[in-house]
């Protein structure tokens, strides 16, 4: 396809300069993609033959303006992939992984800009930098040595064949777990099938039946779907069902991931031996702010017993419970959530249907719009008639004093096509280091897979009211990027900070003055009562030993994958098995993800010996909000004013420990956290 005819290599006309979504076609990537990947190394090529003597200007921040185009088409791509991903795009997706991953090496293996750059970086302490400038001299500088331009020969070669290898075999492990998700349906014939369900899930389940061309209910393995019905369900029966096919994601016949991820450990091993470490685990946490494995234990030593004891006293509050309501007291993980919510609503008087309605979907999209404006200075304003990938899909304008600083999307709704769970991507990422040197303002998505209500208003649990805050955390990370650079821009930051921003915008969910003024009846327009608030404040650590025990299983059992210095021929069925038993992970608790499904950690390198980050950012996010706790203030100006200087708008531009402390006055304490989770005294 000549380039005259490709969209993506024209200039983009669009309002907000978006991708022409209207002309797009799967078919244009791949050409697109063979043309800007020879753009890019004649770019790189300019600046490594440059017969100047190199610089900061002319050798790291040339390379970080070059690549562009390549750069907006391949963000381009990846969204794509992820939200709106038909079968043809998907075969195109296992097409370019590879290639991708190629020119990302050849990139980074490119010797004479490395001599270069590794030039520059020998001087940097005689070159009167700026902050910035030594942190992306540092960055770009230890991007490149992780990636193997310091290796010579055949250790060369072989690292970026694995690169290759690595990026085939995660993307087919995310198309399996796609594929798994977007299949499976449980049908609900009958009233006595659907007995149990409130009014909510029962709409939801019909539109989940519509979209798939089906008559009646279905249940799908959207989260927002399997796990409301494991939750409200009196079908035993049918609860085990679902909950089977909810664990057993990746281990389909034809599209077993099992093997995969063996190879995968074992190619991210040798890769990590290459490089000089001991194990892959090693090598992804010399670049975080954990810094070693170590580091890691002695966070989780503070949490695992008490999070064990505190689950096993909320299994007797189940089985006192069961017993009471003439169930069966022999409790099995399909029956936690079922009887967890009786126990939450006997102790609390709170249920998610009573909780729902004064949650609609519009409403908490203004709330953390509120929060944004209060905290930030910034407002949202809706357009329309902007041509976007799919009809889900809605636009603001982010304005400061009326001009626009950024553009953001919200794409709310699980849909076949989508992969499951919840993130915030970008289109464009802020920088003031174009080409041209032109101020780009970012372009950011936030996706969640809310079961949509075709009937009425869509409603939320609160647990999806933090989830929405959550990814709207991420994309203030990136909207609010105040840097030059693109490298240092936003969300590029050590994986165990990125979600720093993420869960602290979590809590403003929990504001009393936030609920009182957009929680309202989605019916009667009357504001969430007092009362009500304090239940669902007070509930905030209820069934916190199975939370804590559900994610800390799936993160202690990443790391010891990633530890093992032979990782040839992991079986891993075998290795969760065993290793579940060696820490005593209850059964009717157990993971939050098992290995075969767990994208995090096989679906890329991201969060690879990495689940544990959440955790670690939590700890940085109790202590962050506690710093307004004790103000009294949730919107305190001057602590918004450094939450912004020196978290929301520093991207990557300086160290994150000296950026926390700025903000807090002192390094971060697990206590905050521990209180939060209401497992000290445990």
């Known amino acids: 396809m000549i380039a005259q005819d490709n969209p993506l290599l024209q200039p983009w006309q669009t309002r907000y300069q978006l991708p022409p979504f209207e002309q797009i076609r799967s078919e244009h990537f791949a050409p697109a993609f063979a043309v800007l990947f020879d753009r890019h190394l004649k770019e790189i090529d300019a600046i490594a033959t440059n017969a100047d003597a190199p610089t900061f200007d002319n050798t790291v921040a040339a390379f970080d303006a070059a690549g562009a185009t390549l750069d907006r088409v391949r963000l381009a791509f990846d969204n794509l992939c992820a939200s709106e991903s038909p079968a043809e795009l998907q075969a195109v997706e296992r097409e370019m992984a590879p290639r991708l991953a190629a020119h990302d090496s050849q990139v980074a293996m490119h010797a004479r800009f490395f001599a270069r750059l590794d030039a520059v970086h020998r001087q940097a302490q005689s070159l009167n930098l700026s902050e910035e400038q030594q942190r992306l001299l540092q960055r770009v500088h230890t991007d490149f040595i992780r990636t193997g331009a310091a290796l010579e020969g055949t250790a060369r070669e072989r690292f970026a064949a694995i690169a290759v290898q690595l990026a085939e075999l995660q993307t087919q492990f995310s198309q399996n777990v796609l594929a798994d998700e977007s299949t499976y349906q449980l049908p609900l014939a009958s009233e006595a099938e659907l007995a149990g369900l409130p009014d909510f899930l029962r709409a939801a389940a019909r539109g989940a039946a519509r979209e798939r061309g089906v008559d009646g209910h279905v249940i799908t393995l959207a989260r927002s779907l399997v796990q409301p019905f494991l939750t409200f369900s009196t079908r035993r029966d049918l609860r085990e069902t679902a909950w089977r096919a909810w664990t057993t994601r990746g281990e389909t016949p034809g599209r077993d991931n099992r093997p995969l991820a063996g190879q995968i450990l074992a190619l991210r091993a040798e890769q990590a031996r290459l490089l000089g470490y001991d194990s892959f685990a090693d090598y992804a946490l010399s670049d975080r702010m954990a810094g070693n494995a170590g580091a890691v234990d002695q966070l989780f030593s503070q949490v695992w017993e008490p999070a064990k004891a505190s689950a096993a006293r909320e299994r007797a509050a189940l089985v006192e419970h069961a017993a009471a309501l003439g169930e069966p007291t022999d409790i ?254 209850p059964r009717e608790v157990g993971m939050r993800h098992r290995l075969p499904h767990f994208s995090h950690i096989f679906s890329g390198g991201h969060y690879a010996a990495g689940y544990y980050v959440y955790m670690w950012a939590e700890v940085l996010e109790a202590e962050a909000f506690d710093a307004f706790e004790e103000a009294g203030d949730a919107f305190d100006p001057v602590l918004a004013d450094k939450l912004k200087r020196y978290v929301y708008s520093a991207g990557d531009s300086r160290d994150e420990r000296a950026a926390f402390r700025a903000f807090r006055g002192h390094d971060p304490q697990a206590e905050p956290m521990l209180r939060k989770r209401g497992l000290l005294a445990a």
């Open 332 to 585: 099995e993980p399909w029956d936690w959530y079922y009887l967890a919510e009786k126990v939450r609503v006997a102790r609390y008087a709170l249920d998610d249907a009573e909780v729902k309605p004064y949650f609609s979907l519009d409403a908490m999209l203004e709330a953390m719009f509120d929060c944004a404006g209060r905290l930030f200075g910034v407002q949202f304003v809706e357009q329309s008639g902007v041509v976007l990938y799919h009809r889900d899909v809605r636009l603001w304008e982010v304005q400061r004093g009326g001009e626009r600083v950024g553009v953001f999307l919200g794409d709310n709704y699980a849909r076949p096509n989508k992969q499951g769970g919840a993130w915030m991507h970008i289109y464009r990422r802020q920088m003031r280091n174009g080409r041209h040197g032109d101020d780009v303002q970012p372009i950011v998505v936030n996706n969640n897979n809310f079961a949509r209500n075709d009937d009425g208003p869509t409603l939320l649990s609160f647990d999806d009211v933090r989830t929405l805050f959550h990814e709207f955390g991420h994309a203030m990370h990136g909207l609010l990027s105040d840097v030059t650079y693109g490298r240092l821009s936003g969300t590029s930051v050590p994986q165990d900070y990125v979600e720093l921003p993420s869960q602290l915008m979590e809590n403003w969910a929990t504001v009393r003055e936030v609920l009182e003024k957009h929680a309202r009846h989605v019916d009667t327009g009357e504001p969430i009562p007092a009362a009500l608030i304090e239940r669902i404040r007070a509930s905030q650590t209820f069934n916190q030993g199975f939370e804590t025990v559900s994610y800390a299983s799936s993160a202690l059992i990443d790391m010891a994958l990633h530890r093992q210095k032979d990782a040839e021929n992991i079986d891993i069925a075998r290795f969760e098995e065993a290793e579940r038993a060696r820490l005593g992970v």
